[in-house]
């Protein structure tokens, strides 16, 4: 170890200790240090953006994240239910015999072996050495074959032509796309919409983060508490996980 | 033979008288409106902006680079009309040049050009 870091440590060390933050032993924060990947270094696999659900805390009837999420990423609709692009979806579940019900969001689970990308025959639909999956419209020719082999229901197609995008999240008419996990926002060290309005309305009902990282919220708490991939029979490695179902 | 050397030559000083006279050839209008230095030499930029915003879309998309300097965001930001907001339009810093040159690129089809657009979002 370098001398510059036995220098950042103790720099790091008496900055949490004048903050009143508890260094509960050598190597574990209780506040994580907010890490922005710089911008002109590319995105690497030591790093996978994952998901937590807590279904326990997500409540039946808020639309929170959805909202978010369109208006993030500019889903302006065309008043076509059935054709307007849906990045993310709440789901009412209910077991019949018991009367149990929860509620979920459901949207793109960013596969580490994702079938969109293994049917996509241009390219077009590729996973980022960090774990995300997302759809190349430069390359993308509109066949929706990735929608079919999607078990999730997770990738919408543009039918109409659209002007007022987001600067930052380019789409339009004639390519397939899906959630991103606001990768825009993640690369400048950001967390998606639909967390940060979640944590916004009070239901802090989805967790974002590192899952490489052991010291991460997302990691430690997928390694104390049972969690479940939707349909894991597939073996897919799923990026977003469901607490509670 | 003669005949159509004469003809030929005839032809090529009507094109130049023409060509040297003012308003008879659409050219297009470059309005840089914010006096400044570009990220590249202008003559790099006029022949090969569109090489180096194809790098820059590349490895933005697949590899998370988010550096400004070869943006398309960037450039929009710079060269949008104060006037109309935008790079397009009849005599948008964009349009007007690939109008002129006859080239339709279809980065208008998905991304945004005018600056700072913020969107109401969709009904869930």
Redesign the interface.
């Given at each position: 170890m370098s001398e510059n870091n036995i220098d950042r440590r103790k720099f790091l060390a008496a900055a949490a200790a004048g903050a009143g933050f508890v260094a509960i032993a050598p190597g574990i924060r209780l506040v994580e240090i907010a890490a922005a990947k710089p911008d002109n270094e590319p995105v690497t696999s030591k790093v996978r953006w994952g998901m937590l659900i807590d279904t326990t805390r997500c409540q039946s009837g808020c639309t929170e994240c959805v909202s978010a999420c369109g208006k993030e990423n500019g889903l302006s609709e065309v008043k076509k239910p059935r054709t307007d692009a849906q990045w993310i979806r709440k789901i009412d579940l209910k077991e019949l015999k018991t009367g149990r019900a929860l509620s979920l969001p459901m949207m793109c689970q960013h596969c580490a072996n994702p079938p969109c990308v293994d049917v996509c025959p241009t390219g077009a639909s590729f996973k980022r050495a960090d774990g995300i999956v997302l759809v190349d419209r430069h390359i993308c020719i509109g066949c929706r074959y990735c929608m079919m082999a999607c078990p999730y229901k997770a990738r919408s197609f543009v039918h109409e032509p659209h002007t007022d995008q987001n600067p930052e999240v380019p789409r339009g008419q004639g390519c397939v796309e899906g959630c991103t996990l606001c990768v825009h926002r993640v690369d400048r060290g950001g967390t998606p919409a639909c967390v940060e309005a979640c944590a916004a309305a009070g239901h802090n009902a989805m967790l974002f983060g590192d899952l490489n990282d052991p010291g991460s919220a997302i990691a430690k708490r997928v390694r104390e508490v049972k969690t479940t991939q939707v349909r894991a029979d597939l073996k897919l490695d799923l990026g977003v996980r469901y607490e509670g179902i | 033979m003669r005949a159509i050397a004469l003809a030929v030559l005839w032809g090529l000083t009507f094109a130049a008288a023409h060509a040297a006279e003012p308003g008879r050839t659409p050219l297009p209008a470059i309005a840089i409106e914010k006096p400044g230095q570009c990220v590249e030499a202008k003559d790099v930029m006029r022949r090969d902006h569109m090489k180096l915003l194809k790098h820059q879309?590349?490895?933005t998309?697949?590899?998370?680079?988010?550096?400004?300097k070869h943006s398309l965001?960037e450039c929009?930001a710079c060269h949008a009309s104060q006037k109309t907001g935008t790079v397009l339009g009849k005599d948008g810093f964009c349009q007007s040049c690939h109008d002129y040159a006859a080239v339709k690129p279809d980065c208008w089809?998905?991304?945004?050009p005018?600056?700072?657009?913020?969107?109401?979002?969709?009904?869930?």
């Open positions: - | 879309r590349d490895k998309l697949h590899e998370g680079i988010r550096t400004k965001n929009i089809d998905c991304h945004q005018k600056p700072g657009q913020k969107t109401a979002g969709a009904r869930p």
